[in-house]
């Protein structure tokens, strides 16, 4: 017979064959309140630094850094301030027990149900029409309009609903993946939002499928069932590429190479010119060359390519580091999650950043075909990095109830 601690510090008999209760509380002071991963916490807020540093930088034009509030969308303040309020963010679900959103009764689920339905709802008005026309595409939806307009990108919210809704479902007790209800309802319910994404988003549409396919796997999921689910995906993508002709020409432009570098091939070649000329040093902070208009999209889809411009590979392998650090410290949440909730949250939350990283890295480099992904909370945006501030603070969440005394097991960090 072993003796457990109770909420209060007392010592209670527990019979053997039964498990230690989940305890709601674990905080000593405030109740529901958890002490996060602060190795998270750490890694991100270092990318964040990192990426209002180079963000200020390639905005820099020939009249100087754009700090006009007339041209809000363009000016280093607003990622600086999109920063700040993705780490608060990021602070605050951290401090909130991820437990709230265990499926464990049929009301538990209005939580996730919510997150799920907001998600459903705003790609949908993307695919009306509803949204903003922004570069050829379709991807924000205005919030508030007016001098300083506010906007966000619903496929970011869609990576949180696809994580939690996964998790939520094969996270709950009882639920069996192996069952054909049991596989296909949260297949359908995930590949819903994917499906609303494919139209405007490929690179986050395929994002969204490889996490998916890797929660079902976690969940336990027949590997029969993953194969058919597998080849289903990649048709989806094919037909998706199909749908836009710059698809396949940039895939024909990256296969072949380009036959004019200042047509097809301008952006990549511009890429590979500032990561080439960076050395291994760089030109030093603030002195690349083509962000002078020459690489379109340099402080958001290509900023690490200004980044390997002016800290040369030195600084490219600082930023890979820190995000194979986070891969880690991920990986080892997952491990040592109390419950399979925490444990498939990690997973999706660790895998959806770090394949995002690694998408947009390799699009820099010309190892994949070119396409509009950011790089996690360096690239500017605003929904981007506040989305992806609530997600670290959910894997942060996790990791502080995994490492707290009163969660019912006692592990050392």
């Known amino acids: 017979m072993s003796a457990t601690p109770t909420a209060h510090g007392r010592s209670a008999r527990r019979s053997p064959g039964v498990s230690a209760p989940i305890l709601p509380v674990v905080d000593d002071t405030l109740p529901g309140v958890v002490s ?33 509030l007339r041209q809000w969308h363009r000016t280093p303040l607003r990622q600086c301030v999109f920063a700040v309020a993705g780490f608060l963010a990021m602070l605050f679900v951290s401090h909130v027990d991820y437990r709230v959103f265990a499926w464990r009764r049929k009301r538990d689920c209005a939580l996730i149900a919510l997150v799920y339905g907001l998600a459903l ?25 007016g001098p300083l307009p506010l906007s966000f990108q619903p496929p970011e919210l869609a990576k949180i609903a696809l994580i939690l809704g996964m ?12 069952t054909r209800f049991g596989y296909y309802f949260p297949l359908v319910a995930g590949a819903a939002l994917i499906v609303l994404t494919v139209r405007e988003d490929l690179g986050t549409a395929a994002l969204l499928t490889v996490v998916l396919l890797a929660l079902l ?21 094919v037909v998706a590429a199909f749908m836009r002709p710059y698809r396949l020409q940039r895939v024909w432009t990256w296969w072949y190479g380009a036959k004019d570098p200042l047509d ?18 760089g030109r030093g902070l603030g002195a690349g060359v083509r962000k002078y208009g020459y690489l ?51 997973c999706g939350v660790t895998l959806t950043i770090f394949l995002q990283a690694v998408f947009n890295i390799a699009v820099v480099t010309n190892t994949v075909p070119t396409k509009g992904i950011s790089l ?38």
């Open 121 to 145: 709802a705003c790609l949908l008005a993307l695919n009306v029409g509803l949204g903003d026309l922004r570069m050829g595409a379709v991807r924000s939806i205005t919030v508030l309009p």
């Open 264 to 281: 097809d091939g301008y952006q990549i070649g511009q890429s590979l010119l500032a990561i080439g000329s960076g050395g291994w040093w």
């Open 167 to 178: 998790a939520g479902v094969l996270a709950r007790p009882g639920w069996q993946v192996a």
């Open 296 to 346: 379109p999209q340099d402080n958001n889809d290509f900023i690490f390519a200004i980044l390997c411009e002016e800290l040369g590979v030195a600084g490219g392998l600082l930023v890979m580091v820190l995000f194979l650090c986070l891969l880690a410290r991920g990986w080892h949440i997952a491990r040592q999650a109390v419950d399979p909730l925490g444990r498939m949250i990690a």
């Open 36 to 68: 996060p991963d602060r190795g998270v916490l750490a890694i991100v807020g270092a990318l964040m630094v990192i990426g209002v540093v180079m963000v200020y930088s390639a905005s820099v034009s020939v009249e100087g850094a754009e700090l006009n």
């Open 217 to 237: 796997y976690v969940g336990g999921a027949r590997k029969r069932d993953l194969s058919l689910t597998v080849v289903a995906g990649v048709a989806l993508m």
């Open 376 to 413: 996690p909370f360096v690239s500017a945006g605003g929904s981007g990095i506040l989305f992806l501030g609530v997600s670290a603070g959910l894997l942060a969440s996790v990791g502080g109830v995994a490492w707290s005394p009163k969660a019912g097991v006692s592990r050392g960090r």
